[in-house]
Nanobody, 121 residues
Framework: QVQLVESGGGLVQAGGSLRLSCAVS????????MGWYRQAPGNQRELVAA???????EYAESVKGRFTISRDNAKNTVYLQMNSLRPEDTGVYYC???????????????WGQGTQVTVSS
């Protein structure tokens, strides 16, 4: 059974940093592209960042230069380092997995339960 479990969310002041983690079980990690999405109240879920099975990464324009996605295949974990946080970064952050980068950025197959990130001004 595939499970994605996010952690690392919380409350932070604007300008601060957080690192989100997503631990993946079910023997899919090394063969999957991974992504981070977020959803703010009243908004649709949007892609924040994605990484291929290797090191190719993509970012939303709004987070380029501030967020970094990475993966540790030995730990079956994907990370999202978030720096220079802004109030508009507030939302529930979801981890996602799919066969490749194209699918994870459009219609991921697997989702985590989400972790709340709140950035105060």
């Amino acid at each position: 059974q595939v499970q994605l479990v996010e952690s690392g969310g919380g409350l932070v002041q604007a300008g601060g940093s957080l690192r989100l983690s997503c631990a993946v079980s079910g023997s899919i990690f090394s063969s999957s592209a991974m992504g981070w999405y977020r959803q703010a109240p009243g908004n649709q879920r949007e892609l924040v960042a994605a990484i291929s099975r290797g090191v190719t990464a993509e970012y939303a324009e709004s987070v380029k230069g501030r967020f970094t996605i990475s993966r540790d295949n030995a730990k079956n974990t994907v990370y999202l380092q978030m720096n220079s946080l802004r109030p508009e970064d507030t939302g529930v952050y979801y981890c996602a997995a799919a066969l490749n980068l194209v699918v994870v950025t459009t219609k991921p197959r697997y989702w985590g339960q989400g972790t709340q990130v709140t950035v105060s001004s």
